[in-house]
């Protein structure tokens, strides 16, 4: 097939064969696209309550998620998403969740105390309550950011250390969790809408981010046998895993971690040895590629697919990076490996090729980590991150720089698609196990990928799953892949397969693949489709949506496969250039906005597809043998 676009119905005709292999299939069999949000924080989490939320609770998120409008809680205007999500986790931080709520609108409990320590407890509650109501909140969040040191020794000190506690903590803890539950159960409408319990684990030892979103299939019922696993019990993310197997037989749930801001970890994100500076141990490769089968690749705090510097035949790699730090004091960025995406899953064929385990064999998602309740990704209604940044002349705040981020350096993004059975919390999380997911940095673009060997169709698998093993495997990979855009988004530029493979030799590889574009369009030397026309207006923040397709589709065969050799394969979707929420702040206040772009190029990232060839005398494990307690056995052979 030649690399060019395809009109629609060329599109389906390539298809059919897929479509008549399911044809046999019952309806209620074939999976549905959801579109939600696993990351998204209310009044109850310590930093966005300091940071002025303090009327959105876990019930404004989810209204908001349903479409309905809410009241913003920094500048009292009424707002609405542009379309309802089908799927929401309230993800409040574990650490002293719902207690600067509660010290706040309650104070502290001091029954039982002597009057000296009621006297310290009076003083603290006024110095806190005139901080919050002068607009101090945001210096109080920074004393109590993480110092800038060894990410090492600093877990080491936090684990022999006794965190911070203030009177009735632990009753203050219990009750906003359970309040979190209920909430969900109240909204969790099976068909209609998921409302999904969790939490954020956030782990920052040294500056270094290490959190993690973890979300249950289970109730309010279940949620009640425990309390969420926070940082003050370990910051290392291992205890994090073996708590949840011992805590999934307890609570007769299951549970999915999910790493977020690998960008900004100090390459701890995705090591070659533990955050304790141990050796890889079977246990911990299990353990990781159990309780973690996705990640985040796209959300508020930029982009983590790849860097320039990692990627340097990328042309696409300088995507919204966010060169910043979860730290009291600003420090140069640097980029690891073991910070991106990309690097993630190539480091993992590496670990498996000597080890015979990968931990990093991850499904890709986006979801937007909001601190004021509202979920969503669109660039002409970004309410920023925290809610005092979520109006133009607030974004703009320190842009002409002192080394800390301001609101035009964060991302308008992103979204988690999931091709589930059905919308309900069980199906949701098998999903997620089964990687049948992708991400989007918001356009809701419709992706659809199924991985066969060629000319054998019958075997096909989706996005997330390893390709099944053959004694012939010379014939080689192939790809169906199908690309929608947004009905209400911008025109695809074009259809990208990411590949990354290992050698004999243990050294691993990348290379990037143009499959499908619109038309017409010019190629370069290399025979690479030329950058696509960028219409956008940076006086008005107007574009034209004319010089994309409405769909894309290539049926794409590895050119360039070798049956020995390991790899995987993830497609990249990019939308025209449309405007940036900074370009459009900056026409509404009518100035230029200096140092960031006035366009980007959205895009979508699939979950990857695997292959590894056989070992003599072994069967490579092909998926995780992780499941719910009574759940049965499910394989990744969706055609999503």
């Known amino acids: 097939m030649s690399n060019r676009s395809m009109p629609s119905v060329a599109l389906w ?45 876990p019930e404004t998120a989810y209204r908001y998620a349903l479409g309905e409008p809410v009241i913003h809680p920094y500048h009292g205007a009424r707002v609405q998403i542009d379309r309802p999500l089908d799927f929401l986790v309230v993800s409040d931080h574990a650490e002293f969740l719902g207690g600067i709520r509660t010290i706040h609108q309650l104070g502290i409990n001091t029954q039982g105390m002597g009057l000296l320590d009621r006297l310290t407890v009076w003083f603290s509650e006024r110095l806190f309550n005139y901080a919050l109501r002068d607009g101090y909140g945001m210096d109080v969040f920074a004393s109590m950011s993480a110092t800038a040191m060894n990410p090492r020794e600093r877990a080491a000190q936090l684990y022999a250390g006794k965190a911070m506690s203030i009177p009735g903590q632990g009753q203050i803890v219990s009750t906003a969790w359970n309040e979190l539950a209920n909430t969900a159960d109240r909204f969790n409408t099976p068909g209609r809408f998921s409302a999904l319990i969790g939490w954020e684990w956030t782990s920052t030892p040294g500056g270094a981010n290490l959190h993690r979103v973890v979300f249950t299939n289970g109730d309010a019922a279940s949620a009640a046998t425990y309390i969420p696993f926070s940082r003050d019990d370990s910051p290392y993310p291992e205890d994090l895993w073996r708590w949840l197997a011992q805590t999934s037989e307890v609570a007769g749930a299951d549970f999915v971690a999910i790493p977020h801001n690998s960008n900004i970890s100090k390459g701890y994100m995705f090591p070659e040895t533990t955050l304790r500076g141990a050796a890889f141990t079977r246990e911990y490769l299990r353990l990781r590629s159990t309780w973690e089968p996705v990640a985040e690749i796209t959300q508020i705090k930029g982009d983590s697919e790849t860097w320039p510097a990692l990627s340097p035949d990328d042309p696409f790699a300088d995507f919204e990076a966010y060169p910043f730090y979860i730290q009291a004091e600003p420090t140069p960025y640097e980029a690891h490996a073991g910070d991106f995406l990309r690097s993630a899953l190539l480091r993992g064929l590496a670990i498996e090729h000597t080890q015979g385990d990968n931990p990093y064999r991850l499904g890709l998602i986006g979801s937007s980590d909001s601190h004021t309740g509202l979920a969503g990704a669109e660039e002409a209604r970004f309410h920023g991150k925290l809610s005092w940044d979520s109006i133009p002349r607030n974004k703009r705040r320190n842009a002409d720089g002192d080394g800390s981020a301001t609101g035009w350096d964060l991302s308008a993004s992103g979204l988690a698609a999931v091709w589930a059975k059905e919308n309900t919390r069980e199906a949701i999380l098998d999903a997620f196990q089964r990687r049948a997911v992708y991400a989007t940095t918001g356009p809701r673009i419709t992706l659809q990928v199924a991985a066969h060997w060629s000319g054998d169709p019958a075997n096909t698998v989706g996005m997330g799953a390893v390709l099944p093993a053959r004694v012939d495997s010379s014939a080689g990979v192939q790809l169906r892949i199908s690309a929608f855009k947004d009905p209400l988004g911008a025109d695809l530029d074009r259809i990208q397969v990411v590949k990354g493979w290992i050698d004999a030799s243990g050294a691993t590889h990348e290379k990037i693949f143009d499959v499908a574009w619109s038309q017409p369009r010019a190629l370069d030397e290399a025979g690479r489709p030329l950058a696509v026309t960028d219409t956008v207006n940076s006086e008005t923040g107007e574009f034209e949506n004319r010089f994309g397709a409405a769909s894309l589709a290539s049926v794409w065969q590895d050119p360039e496969f070798m049956p020995g050799l390991a790899a995987f394969y993830y497609v990249r979707v990019l939308e025209i250039p449309t405007p940036r929420h900074s370009l459009l702040d900056a026409v509404a206040l009518g100035e230029p906005a200096r140092n960031w772009p006035a366009s980007l190029q959205e895009r979508a990232y699939t979950s990857p597809v695997w292959y590894v060839p056989d070992k003599p005398g072994e069967t490579q494990a092909r998926t995780s043998s992780h499941r719910a307690p009574g759940a049965s056995a499910s394989t990744n052979e969706t055609r999503n």
Not at 23 to 35: E, G, N, R
């Open 13 to 57: 005709l390539a298809w059919l064969p897929l479509l008549a292999l399911s044809a046999s299939c019952p309806a209620k069999d074939q999976p549905v696209l959801l579109w939600g949000d696993t990351h998204v924080h209310s009044a109850y989490s310590a930093d966005a309550y300091l940071n002025g939320n303090f009327s959105a609770d």
